[in-house]
């Protein structure tokens, strides 16, 4: 209690400096699965949760909350003269559906063979290290685009049901388009990952777009760009496919902050009309 308090003393005495309390921002997507991007005064000092998290020179920091987020979560920043401002965020909390597949190869739903478990184990791993990268590039502050138009057949979040077993939730969006559709770059970015043939997602793609965040695109059946290649906004760097565990072609977009999956239809506006309904 005595702690809570010092601490509560010590946010109103920060809060109460004018520039302390100008220089914070944070602006975005306050919702489980969402991003958001904050502004501190250049030279301070971030953590989130108690992790320490990168701030741009001009003091530019961005954080994401996991689909299960709890509804309170904490901000602290270090002036960079040395006081300490705690900035309690509220996350709202969403309702995700039930999803049903039916009809996977059973190989993919629940792999037994030593050689497929051992890809398994090797892309995880790929990945894992892919999304530890924390380029201080802050191309994520940009408007997103849709990497490609056309109907939404899978949602963020939705707990799955594959061939009757649970499986892990679905960490992103599908949009069913034909095999060879153009996938677009949403934003600027470095691809950090190209890979032909992992086990679940099939043709894998990964852009790197600066402090965490990262977009991924699977299924597809050709990769356009090599690993390291510096990527503009709405430029093509793949063709939609139906590589990997999949019941037709669509594209599986996903985003993350480093190991936090988060949704990217959340940064993009509403899918038009027209492109969800050829
Ligand atoms: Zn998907």
Same mark, same amino acid.
């Given at each position: 209690?005595?702690?809570?308090?010092?601490?509560?003393?010590?946010?109103?005495?920060?809060?109460?400096?004018?520039?302390?309390?100008?220089?914070?921002?944070?602006?975005?997507?306050?919702?489980?699965?969402?991003?958001?991007?904050?502004?501190?005064?250049?030279?301070?000092?971030?953590?989130?949760e108690g992790r320490p998290i990168r701030v741009s020179p001009d003091g530019l920091f961005v954080i994401g909350f996991?689909? =299960?987020?709890?509804?309170?979560?904490?901000?602290?920043?270090?002036?960079?003269?040395?006081?300490?401002? $705690?900035?309690?965020?509220?996350? $709202?909390?969403?309702?995700?559906?039930?999803?049903?597949?039916?009809?996977?190869? +059973?190989? $993919?739903?629940?792999?037994?063979?030593?050689?497929?478990?051992?890809?398994?184990?090797?892309?995880?791993?790929?990945?894992?290290?892919?999304?530890?990268?924390?380029? +201080?590039?802050?191309?994520?502050?940009?408007?997103?685009?849709? +990497?490609v138009l056309g109907r939404i057949s899978g949602v963020y979040g939705s707990q799955r049901i594959l061939n009757g077993?649970?499986?892990?939730?679905?960490?992103?969006?599908?949009?069913?388009?034909?095999?060879?559709?153009?996938?677009?770059?949403?934003?600027?970015?470095?691809?950090?990952?190209?890979? =032909?043939?992992?086990?679940?997602?099939?043709?894998?793609?990964?852009?790197?777009?600066?402090?965490?965040?990262?977009?991924?695109?699977?299924?597809?059946? $050709?990769?356009?760009?090599?690993?390291?290649?510096?990527?503009?906004?709405?430029?093509?760097?793949?063709?939609?496919?139906?590589?990997?565990?999949?019941?037709?072609?669509?594209?599986?977009?996903?985003?993350?902050?480093?190991?936090?999956?988060?949704?990217?239809s959340l940064l993009v506006s509403p899918m038009p009309e027209t492109a969800a309904t050829p």
């Open positions: 209690m005595q702690g809570l308090r010092i601490h509560a003393l010590i946010a109103i005495v920060v809060l109460g400096l004018p520039f302390s309390a100008r220089a914070f921002t944070l602006s975005g997507n306050l919702v489980q699965g969402g991003m958001a991007i904050g502004h501190v005064a250049p030279g301070s000092r971030v953590s989130y996991s689909r =299960d987020a709890k509804a309170q979560a904490m901000l602290t920043v270090q002036a960079p003269q040395g006081g300490i401002a $705690k900035h309690p965020i509220s996350i $709202k909390p969403r309702q995700y559906d039930i999803q049903r597949i039916d009809g996977l190869p +059973p190989k $993919k739903v629940t792999p037994t063979a030593k050689a497929d478990l051992a890809r398994i184990r090797a892309d995880i791993a790929l990945v894992r290290k892919v999304r530890r990268r924390d380029d +201080p590039r802050t191309d994520f502050d940009q408007p997103f685009i849709w +990497p077993n649970p499986r892990r939730p679905h960490f992103g969006v599908d949009i069913a388009v034909p095999t060879g559709t153009p996938v677009k770059a949403p934003a600027d970015g470095v691809v950090s990952m190209a890979h =032909d043939d992992m086990f679940y997602s099939g043709g894998t793609l990964i852009v790197d777009h600066g402090h965490g965040i990262s977009t991924v695109y699977m299924h597809l059946s $050709k990769i356009l760009v090599a690993e390291g290649t510096q990527v503009r906004q709405g430029d093509v760097i793949a063709q939609v496919g139906a590589t990997g565990r999949v019941t037709g072609p669509h594209l599986h977009w996903g985003m993350n902050w480093f190991e936090t999956r988060l949704d990217p």
